[in-house]
C-alpha cells in the first residue's frame, strides 16, 4: 500500500513564498510521475506543476516564473517552491502521483490529502 504524505502549506502574504513537500510512503512500488494541483472554492481541480521522472516540467501558464517543481527521485519525493505568492494562489493543493505496484498490472492515480495554501494581506 502506497500513501502520499504533504507538508508545507500555510498563511503567507502577498509577495512571499512557501515550499511544500510531498513524499510517496509505501512497499514495492515505482514512482512515474509526480505533481501538483490546486482548488479554490467553487472551481475545478486544475493542474499546477508536473515532473516527470526523468526530470521533465510542465507547469500552468499562471504559475510559470513564479513556482519551481523538483523531486528527489532517492527519497519518493517532489517538492513545489512558490515565490511572489498572489491571492489568486490561495487553493487547497493536492499532490499527485502515478505509480506502478510491483503487483499491480498498471500505474494508478494517487492523491495526498492536500494543503492549504492562503494568500492574504
Known amino acids: 500500500q502506497v500513501q502520499l504524505v504533504e507538508s508545507g502549506g500555510g498563511l503567507v502574504q502577498p509577495g512571499g513564498s512557501l515550499r511544500l513537500s510531498c513524499s510517496a510512503v509505501?512497499?514495492?512500488?515505482?514512482?512515474?510521475?509526480m505533481g501538483w494541483y490546486r482548488q479554490a472554492p467553487g472551481k475545478e481541480r486544475t493542474l499546477v506543476a508536473q515532473?516527470?521522472?526523468?526530470?521533465?516540467?510542465n507547469y500552468a501558464d499562471s504559475v510559470k516564473g513564479r513556482f519551481t517543481i523538483s523531486s528527489d527521485n532517492a527519497k519518493n519525493t517532489v517538492y513545489l517552491q512558490m515565490n511572489n505568492l498572489k491571492q489568486e494562489d490561495t487553493a487547497v493543493y493536492y499532490c499527485?502521483?502515478?505509480?506502478?505496484?510491483?503487483?499491480?498490472?498498471?500505474?494508478?492515480?494517487?492523491w495526498g490529502q492536500g494543503t492549504q495554501v492562503t494568500v492574504s494581506s
Open positions: 515532473i516527470t521522472s526523468g526530470g521533465s516540467t
Open positions: 509505501g512497499n514495492s512500488f515505482r514512482v512515474n510521475n
Open positions: 499527485n502521483a502515478v505509480i506502478k505496484l510491483t503487483h499491480w498490472p498498471r500505474p494508478l492515480d494517487y
